[in-house]
């Protein structure tokens, strides 16, 4: 991707998300509960890590973190979702603990002034929003302290139903929901070898839409049907889980401005 269609996407979701879409906004739900403990089960994330949150929105997923007891830094571009998070964390009394703090930049920028940092990194739904996903990984390794690891839900781009509502929901627009077809097994395992990453797993799950599971005895049909159903293409989310190993490898932004010799 060109640096010209590059900035043309990052201007078309930050229009995106500068309106307050109050079903983003954190509940302590069935579903929010459900997603956040399958990545955190299979992810191994540890609470006393130094981590950090990329593309926390309005912190969803950061308040159940919190409330679990994880140390990390949530980020976030949107300036009107940074606001709001302030705003709901104030408001289900939730502190960021001593030392950490809300970060407004990106990961390429970020890349540039912290090295070898954070213990993970974890994002839910976002990487389909970034317009270069080699880039971001690349700027990711970088960060990671070595053996670092990553957690990432990303919707499966083989559910039907992600589509359906990106054109259907008046909330959404399908040309800012694209990104998910990019998020596939194999890119996502190409793009995080190429940028230094290994031990990659990509684990699918999740069927039921979130009002389902929130309903009686939803979260048990959701599990049932996790258990006997063998079409992965069928689940709703990927769980993308990676470690860190070897030095981190040049951006192509890198190798264009001639900062490598490879």
């Known amino acids: 991707m060109t640096s010209e269609r590059k900035g043309r996407w990052i201007a078309r979701q930050e229009i995106y998300y500068s309106k307050i879409d109050r079903s983003l906004l954190y509940r302590d739900s069935p579903w929010q509960n459900y997603i956040v403990n399958r990545v955190l089960d299979r992810s191994g994330l540890e609470q006393d890590a130094l981590g950090l949150e990329i593309g926390a929105g309005m912190g969803r997923y950061s308040i159940h973190l919190l409330e679990r007891g994880f140390n990390f830094d949530p980020s976030e571009l949107s300036e009107v979702q940074v606001d709001e998070m302030h705003r709901q964390l104030e408001a289900h009394h ?38 270069d996903l080699p880039s971001a990984f690349s700027s990711i390794r970088t ?10 839900q990303e919707p499966n781009p083989c559910y039907i139903l992600h589509h359906v509502q990106a054109i259907a929901d008046p909330r959404r627009r399908f040309r800012e929901e694209l990104g998910m077809l990019r998020c596939t097994r194999s890119g996502l395992t190409r793009s995080l070898h190429a940028a230094g990453f290994s031990e990659i797993r ?19 049909l959701e599990e049932w049907v996790n258990r006997i159903n063998p079409v992965t293409s069928a689940f709703a989310y990927l769980l993308v889980t990676a470690r860190a190993s070897g030095p981190p490898r040049p951006t192509t932004a890198d190798r264009r401005a001639g900062l490598t010799g490879r």
Not at 107 to 126: D, K, Q, R
Not at 143 to 152: H, M, W, Y
């Open 94 to 131: 939730v502190e960021l603990p001593v030392g950490r703090k809300i970060i407004r930049s990106s990961l390429e920028e970020m890349a540039e002034t912290v090295s070898n940092h954070y213990g993970y990194v974890v994002g839910f739904n976002v990487l389909h929003h970034i317009s």
């Open 143 to 152: 960060i990671l302290t070595e053996g670092g690891s990553i957690a990432f």
């Open 202 to 220: 990509i684990h699918a799950y999740g069927f039921l839409p979130p009002f389902v599971v929130d309903t009686r005895g939803g979260m048990r």
